[in-house]
């Protein structure tokens, strides 16, 4: 297997606030990894890091071999092979889904107009979305809006994944089929990094769990092992919140 | 409708009341109000010397169509020069403006300072009162002597003055529209590989100028009536053909005809105005139930 992200000693501040302090982590081509921990841990910053929209303090970072932290890299180049769902969809409300999905294929790859829209509604159909192509955004219900998101990711073939609590923001009846997507995703193999506070979703679908706390990765082992026997103190006591919160 | 030519004030607002109630209610009210201003306008003890030297037809006639025996211009056919000023002007403006308020966005030091320009282009001369501006224009630009730039015709200085002074106010509107897209679409655009560039085009400036289009005409409201103020450089355009009128004929009527034709003008963009502000009302509330 080769390594998908590599990270080295990442720290990153804002302000006076040190949100990361030295993280490691790996993660290979067709690994799932799951990050957990709990609210202002660094698991969004983590995310953003990687995908460059952060700018980090020290530290490297490797994407498919490149490294990405290279101040002469093409930072517009790395963002295009690594895909990232936010929390909140962040869909451009002024575009159809269809136009959504395939505006960076057309502007970015410089895909013909058929091509981005043939590639396009086959995701979209993959994602049962095929009824919304020409709807706008605020017509859709927040499953069906984050679900066009996590398509419109994957319109550009990204070699890995980023997804950031994508179901934080969803009504608890619409969870399930956001979720029914990412675990789709990756059962085909689709090399993903995500956050999420659904304990009992990462049991099942990721390769590995990483327990971030203040800025560190605490603990990071197979999901079997760190949900049922996990090392460190600071993790059983993270897990038992979330047991006592009903949220596993 | 059956209402009386005085009440049409009062039209647009009554109409938009539903019921025929209000409706009632407010025309009989607008009848009134308008009645008792007339009433007491034209029991004023100088209101014959007014309606002679202000609302003369024959004078007004006159003055419109201009006395070209007596080397009086009309003022309708001066008026269309305001017309022409206006829309090149209000083209020039719309691009020009665009242009600055992107490049106050431009980030990184490499553009500290174009974006130091742009700031003090639209500090200096949002502080600069327009009639001197156009002065300056009018007359400074010919004195400089360069060629092609000082050779142009008052017009042009008067409508290149007006293009510099607008283009500052509505390059901040832009701005406040700019910023008021939240970075969050930045961020999704970027990490799909858009430049910044691309960002900006096809996702803020979209998004930004929608925001900003019912301030945008209401600048361009102002702007119909300061191409008036073009004038004071010799230019033949309404308010000075009406002056031209007056100040030979010793009647005001050029002055109220020329006004009437700013009103029918304006009346349009405003209209235009509210009625997009009450759309993007009605959407934001249509948005807010779903």
Known sequence: MTEAVRIEGLHKSFGETEVLRGIDLTVEDHEVVCLIGASGSGKSTLLRCIDLLEPIDAGRIWVEGIETTDPDVDENGVRRRIGIVFQAFNLFPHMSVLRNVTLAPREVLRMRDGEAEARGRALLERFGLADKCEDYPDRLSGGQQQRVAIVRALAMEPDVLLLDEVTSALDPVLVAEVLDAVRDLAEQGMTMVIATHEMGFARDVANRVAFLHDGRIVEDARPARIFSNPEHAETRRFLDRVIAAGRM | ?290
């Open chain 2, 1 to 290: 409708m059956a209402e009386p030519p005085d009440a049409l004030a009062g039209h647009g607002r009554g109409s938009r009341l539903l019921g025929s109630r209000p409706f009632l209610v407010s025309t009989v009210s607008t009848v009134v109000f308008l009645s008792v201003v007339t009433v007491i306008v034209v029991t004023s003890p100088g209101w014959p010397a007014v309606r002679e030297s202000f609302f003369d037809p024959t004078a007004m006639k006159e003055a419109f169509f201009g006395v070209p025996e007596e080397g009086l211009p009309g003022v309708g056919q001066a008026f269309l020069l305001n017309v022409r000023i206006f829309v090149v002007a209000e083209i020039l403006i719309l691009v020009l403006a665009l242009v600055v308020a992107v490049i106050r966005q431009l980030p990184g030091p490499v553009f500290f300072p174009l974006r130091l320009m742009a700031t003090v282009y639209t500090d200096v001369v949002r502080g600069i009162p327009l009639i001197l501006l156009i002065y300056l224009f009018g007359f400074g630009l010919p004195a400089l002597g360069i060629l092609g730039l000082s050779s142009q015709s008052e017009i042009v200085y008067g409508a290149a003055a007006l293009v510099i002074s607008y283009s500052a106010y509505v390059a901040e509107v832009y701005r406040a529209g700019i910023e008021s897209v939240h970075p969050s679409q930045g961020a999704a655009a970027r990490s799909l590989g858009l430049s910044r560039w691309q960002s900006m085009r096809h996702v803020v400036l979209p998004q930004a100028i929608r925001r900003v289009i019912p301030p945008l005409l209401n600048d361009f409201v102002s702007l119909q009536k300061d191409t008036a103020l073009v004038s004071v450089l010799g230019i033949t355009e309404a308010a000075r053909a009406a002056q031209i009128y007056s100040a030979h004929t010793f009647n005001y009527s050029s002055f109220v005809v020329a006004a009437f034709l700013f009103i029918l003008m304006t009346i349009p963009l405003a209209r235009l105005t509210d009625w997009l502000i009450e759309r993007a009302r009605r959407r934001r509330q249509a948005g807010g139930v779903m």
